[in-house]
């Protein structure tokens, strides 16, 4: 049943009949009480990216990050496993961590001085006498949440009865795949990671990932900063090779470079960007066999798609964009940069040029990030006036086919992607 929104009925509908097919209403993006409602309905209930490997290289090593509003940490244990544990001294509540990454041998609250190790195990108390007969130490370890990854790629979730991280990826996997090609050979590392705020909400973030309908007109500017070959590689408006595909569970994908979809397929006949000579020349006086050199330099900007996962993170062409929503109205985007964790003689001179890649297009004075976040602010601000007026998300609904995988799928400037995330937004949003 369709639904018109209008200011007499918009207060009083639920927030699931706010999403119709075509459209959904500005209110998702300015009421409080929904935003409460998707904390507890969507960011303690699915499987949430908080890390990547690379991030925590060795025992003890631990990321401060969060799960919806809750502050966690990312550890790795003496043994090498992996845990999410609430940022919360059990003991009056007090953060036990304020630090973004580092080293540490386990985590004492400054306040009382609770000890716990990293698995969260309370490990020490000051004075226990006042404890004897009143509480069990063994049960008052820090709150941990399920964590399970892919390929490194660390999700956690407070949803103990949440479906196993592989079934929620589910044709995320194939993609995600593709995503880790681009360390030529070597896996992937963060090499840098750029945060900021927008005054908006996370929902419009989302969006954005797989809307390819923006990118010749908010980011003019960044196309006529490169190379004409860079222009001419992400000219796909008209291309009918560039799609958009609904992977289930709310997940999809953009592909803006068809050619480069899978790193892997290359019949060697494509040269090589003139704008990486000065790299080939560095790296071939290294010996870097020029095969390996070949696989790594048409890596350079990534894997041609933009891997939109539901709901806080992007495998966008050759870094992850995550979203971390703070309120209705704020939210907090990173861009992690990532390159090949290689020998230094390749990680070296390929991980300089994609970290200047990176500052060029998602960096503070980049030529992208900053007007998609003018786009963005100016999307909040259009909501706040008439949250009843509808947000349109109909393009390509009268293009959409099967894809041989049974995957919705349309052209890349379509809103397919869209309508994937928020009919998954709806299904949670209903199952209260």
Request: proline share 6%.
């Amino acid at each position: 049943m369709t639904i018109e929104f209008t200011a007499e009925n918009i207060r009083d509908l639920e927030p699931a009949d706010l999403v119709q097919d075509d459209r959904v209403a500005g209110r998702v993006y300015t009421d409080p009480k929904i935003f409460d409602l998707e904390m507890t309905n969507i960011f303690e209930k699915t499987w949430i990216w908080v890390a990547h490997e690379s991030e925590l290289p060795k025992p003890g090593s631990f990321k401060s990050t969060y799960v919806g509003r809750n502050p966690v940490i990312v550890t790795r244990d003496r043994k090498g496993n992996v845990h999410t544990l609430v940022n919360r001294c059990r003991h009056r509540g007090a953060s036990l961590c304020e630090q973004q990454k580092g080293q540490a041998n386990g985590f004492t609250c400054p306040y009382h001085a609770w000890s716990y190790g990293l698995d969260g195990k309370l490990r020490g108390i000051p004075y226990p006498e006042g404890y004897e007969g009143v509480m069990k130490k063994e049960e008052m370890s820090l709150r941990k949440l399920r964590t399970e990854s892919y390929r490194g790629i660390i999700f956690a979730t407070f949803n103990e009865d949440a479906e196993p991280l592989d079934e929620f990826l589910g044709d995320v996997k194939l993609w995600a795949d593709r995503f880790l090609k681009q360390g030529g050979g070597y896996p992937l590392k963060v090499i840098g990671t750029h945060r900021f705020k927008f005054k908006g909400n996370w929902k419009i973030q989302l969006e954005n990932t797989t809307d390819g309908y923006h990118f010749p007109i908010v980011h003019r500017s960044w196309m006529a900063s490169v190379d004409e070959e860079t222009a001419d590689m992400l000219s796909f408006m008209t291309d009918p090779a560039s799609t958009c595909h609904d992977l289930g569970n709310g997940h999809s994908v953009m592909h803006m470079v068809p050619d480069h979809i899978d790193l892997d397929v290359d019949d060697g006949t494509e040269p090589l960007q003139e704008r990486f000579d000065n790299l080939v020349a560095e790296l071939q006086l290294a010996r870097v066999d020029f095969a390996k050199i070949r696989k790594l330099v048409r890596a350079m900007h990534g894997t041609g798609s933009n891997l939109n996962l539901f709901p806080n993170v992007g495998l966008s062409s050759a870094f992850f964009r995550v979203l971390r929503p703070i309120s209705v109205n704020e939210t907090i985007i990173e861009h992690v940069a990532l390159g090949p964790d290689a020998p230094e003689e390749i990680a070296g001179p390929v991980n300089r040029e994609r970290r200047r890649i990176h500052e060029h297009f998602q960096g503070p004075f980049g030529f992208g990030t900053p007007d998609d976040a003018e786009g963005w602010d100016r999307v909040q601000r259009g909501a706040q006036a008439s949250p009843e007026m509808p947000i349109m998300l109909n393009r390509g609904l009268n293009r959409e086919v099967k894809a041989p995988e049974g995957w919705v799928t349309s052209h890349s400037t379509d809103e397919t992607g869209m309508r994937a995330a928020y009919q998954m937004w709806k299904k949670m949003m209903s199952n209260g």
